[in-house]
C-alpha cells in the first residue's frame, strides 16, 4: 500500500479532551475520529488493526466449538421485559421512538435465550457455545477516555447453553482459557478477578483486567500470592474489634460538637474502630440500619449481593429524621423511633465497648455491647476493602488499584432460560430450564488497552501480531529519486509476496516529517530507502520497539525480515 493513497489523517499536537495515552494516540495516530460524545467512526488504520483483534477472537472462540451468529440491535421490548431488565437498564438502554415498541439492544441474553426457546428442546441438543461480534448500544450519561467508554461500541459476546451444572462448569472453563489465550495473543499483561454479576445475575462471575491508572475499575491485588478481586466482592484478614474485659455498663453521653466519627473520636480520645458507624440505606423500598466500624466504608455491591436486589441507595436526610428521630451524625442501633431492621459488619460479631450514636441529636451512647444491647437480624462482610490489609492467600499487604475491565464472564444459571420458556428434556424426559453462560470481550478496549501497554513518547509500539503493517518503508526524497523509487518499489512487491503487507512512504514530505509520522503509527518494522545510503549500497532498518538502528546491504533486506516475522 502507497501511503499518499492509503488515509492516515495524522496529528501533530494533543487534542485538548484527550486524557488518557490510548485516546491521544488513536486520534494523533489517525485511527479514529469522534462524531459525537461516546460516538467514533474507525478510519482505515485503525479498522485494520480491529479487524486482526476480530480474528483472533473467532480463532479462539472457534476453537471451543464457539458457533457465530448476527443478531439484530433491533430487539422488541417485550423480550426484555419478561426478564425484568428494561427497569433494571434504566436510562442506560436506549428506547427509540418507534411504532413496533423496539430498543437498542445492550447485550444478548434475552435474544440468545428466546432462540434457544424456539429451537433446542432436548439435552441431546447441547451443550452449544453461540457467539457473535457485533455492535451494542449503551446510553452512557458520561462517556469518556476514547473508545473505553462509549455509547456505541464493539463486542464479543457468547453465551453457552448445558443441560447440567456440570455441563456449564466446563463451558465456563473453556472460556476462561479461550479468554487467556486471546489476551496473551493480542500481548497484552493481565489479571483475573473474582466480581460480582450485578444485574446479570448468576452464581460465578470472574474480570479480565488491566491494570491503569485511568481504569474506572478497582481492584485488590497482590501479584506474588495471586490474589486478584474486584473491589466490589474483595475480602481481606482484619482482626474482628472483640470484646474488652470489665466493660462497663452502657452510658449515654453529651457529644454537641461531634457529628463525625473523626470528631467523636479525636474529641473523646476513643479508639475509632470502636466507634460504630451507622449507615442507613433504603433497601427494595425499606429503610434498613447497617452497623460498621468507623474506620469502614460500605460497600455497595455487597449489600446489593446480600439482600439480593439492585433496588439499593443511601437514604436521604428526611427519610432518616422520620425513622430515627435524628440527624446523620447521632443514628444508632438503640432507642430507633420506628421498627427498622440492623445488620452489622462481621467485624463487628459479639463485640462490646462500643460507641454509637443515640439517636438524640448530639447525644451518643458507650460501652455498647452488641449482643447485649442491640437487636441484629444478621452479619454479613459489608465493607470495602483497603489497601496495606492482609491477603487472604498469603498474608501480604494488598496493593488497591485502577483497572480496565477488559472480558467478563458469568455463570448465569437459569435466570434468562426461565423467564422466556428455554426448556429441555432431560435424559429422563423431565422438562427443566437451560443453564447458560454468558461471555464478553470489549473489541475497541482490547486495541486501546494494547497502545495502553505499548507506546511511548513518540508513538503506538505495535506487536507482530496487531500490527497493521508488518513492515514501514520510508522513501526519502521517493518523488525526486528515480532510484530510490526502483528500490521502494521492489522492496514492496518482493515482500508482499512472502505475504507481509507493506506501508510504503512515497508522499512529497521532508525526512523529519515522515519519520516522525512513521513513529507515531508505530509499524514495528522501519526500512528507510534514500539515495545517500544507496550510493554506499546501505540501507537503514530500524527496530520501532527498541529504536535499534541497523545499515545493511540492500540485497539482505528480504532475508533480515523474513527472519523477524519468521515467515
Known sequence: MYQSQFFIPTLKEIPNDAQMPSHQLMLRAGLIRQIAAGVFSWLPLGYKVLKKVQDILREEMDAIG???????????????????????????MFHIKNRDNLILAPTHEEIIAYHASQSVKSYKEVPQIWYQIQNKFRNEPRPKS?????????????????????????????????????????GIKFFVVGASSGAMGGSKSQEFMVENPFGEDTCAVNYESGYSSNIEVAISKVEPVGRIDNCPEIEKFATPNAKTIKELSEQFDLPVERCAKSVVYIIDSKPVLILMRGIDELNESKV???????????????????????????????????????FA???????????????????????IDIERDCKIEGYEDFRTVLAGEADTIS?????????????????LGTKYSEALGAKILDENGKEKPLIMGSYGIGVERVLACVIEQNHDENGIIWNKGLTPFHVHILGLAYDKSEQVQKVCNELKDQLEELGLEILLDDRKERPGFKFKDADLIGIPVQVVIGDRGLEENKVELKFRKTGEKIEISPSNIIESLTKFYEV
Not at 467508554?149 to 463451558?171: N, P, V
Not at 446489593?304 to 437514604?315: I, L, W
Request: net charge negative.
Open 146 to 186: 476514547g473508545v473505553m467508554r462509549g455509547r456505541q461500541f464493539l463486542m464479543k459476546d457468547s453465551y453457552s447453553l448445558d443441560a447440567t451444572e456440570e455441563g456449564l462448569d466446563i463451558s465456563y472453563e473453556k472460556h476462561s482459557e479461550a479468554y487467556h489465550k486471546i489476551f496473551n495473543r493480542c
Open 66 to 92: 464457539g458457533q457465530e451468529f448476527l443478531l439484530p440491535a433491533l430487539n422488541p421490548k417485550e423480550i426484555w421485559e419478561q426478564t425484568n431488565r428494561v427497569e433494571a437498564m434504566g436510562d442506560v
Open 304 to 342: 446489593q449481593s446480600y439482600f439480593a436486589t439492585n433496588q439499593v441507595r443511601p437514604a436521604d436526610e428526611n427519610e432518616i429524621l422520620d425513622v430515627f428521630g435524628a440527624h446523620p451524625g447521632s443514628l444508632g442501633p438503640i432507642n430507633i423511633k420506628k421498627q427498622i431492621q440492623v
Open 345 to 367: 459488619d462481621k467485624l463487628l460479631l459479639d463485640a462490646n465497648g462500643l460507641i454509637s450514636g443515640a439517636n438524640e441529636d448530639g447525644q451518643h451512647f458507650k460501652n
Open 395 to 411: 498474608g501480604n499487604p494488598l496493593k488497591v488499584v485502577n483497572a480496565i475491565e477488559l472480558g467478563h464472564i458469568f455463570k
